[in-house]
Nanobody, 122 residues
C-alpha cells in the first residue's frame, strides 16, 4: 500500500507563488506515476498535472500550463508542484495521487492523499 501526505498549502495573494509537496511511504515511490488534482468549492475534482515514474514525462491541464511545474524526487519519495502567477480561481483543495500508469483521469488513480488547502486572494 501507499500512503500520501500533502503539505505546503496556505494563503497567498494573486500573482504570488506556492510550492506543494507530497510525501509518499509504504511502497517504492519510483514504481508509481503521480498526479495532482484539485477540488474548488462547488466544483468537481479536476486534473492539474501528472508525471511519469522517472519524471521524464509530464502532463498539464490547460489552466496549469506555463504557470505550474510538477516534479518528483524519487530519492526522497517526494512529489512537488510549483505554482507561480497564482489566480483566485486556483483556490481549491489540492490532492496528490499515485497509480501504476500515468493518467489525467482521477478514477484511474488508486492512492490519494488527504489534501491541502490553497487559497489565493485577489
Amino acid at each position: 500500500q501507499v500512503q500520501l501526505v500533502e503539505s505546503g498549502g496556505g494563503l497567498v495573494q494573486a500573482g504570488g507563488s506556492l510550492r506543494l509537496s507530497c510525501a509518499a511511504s509504504g511502497r517504492t515511490f519510483s514504481r508509481y506515476s503521480m498526479g495532482w488534482f484539485r477540488r474548488a468549492p462547488g466544483k468537481e475534482r479536476e486534473f492539474v498535472a501528472a508525471i511519469s515514474l522517472s519524471g521524464s514525462t509530464t502532463d498539464y491541464a490547460e489552466s496549469a500550463k506555463g504557470r505550474f511545474t510538477i516534479s518528483r524526487d524519487n530519492a526522497k519519495n517526494t512529489l512537488n508542484l510549483q505554482m507561480n502567477s497564482l489566480k483566485p480561481e486556483d483556490t481549491a483543495v489540492y490532492y496528490c495521487a499515485a497509480d501504476t500508469v500515468m493518467s489525467r483521469y482521477g478514477q484511474e488513480y488508486k492512492y490519494w492523499g488527504q489534501g491541502t488547502q490553497v487559497t489565493v486572494s485577489s
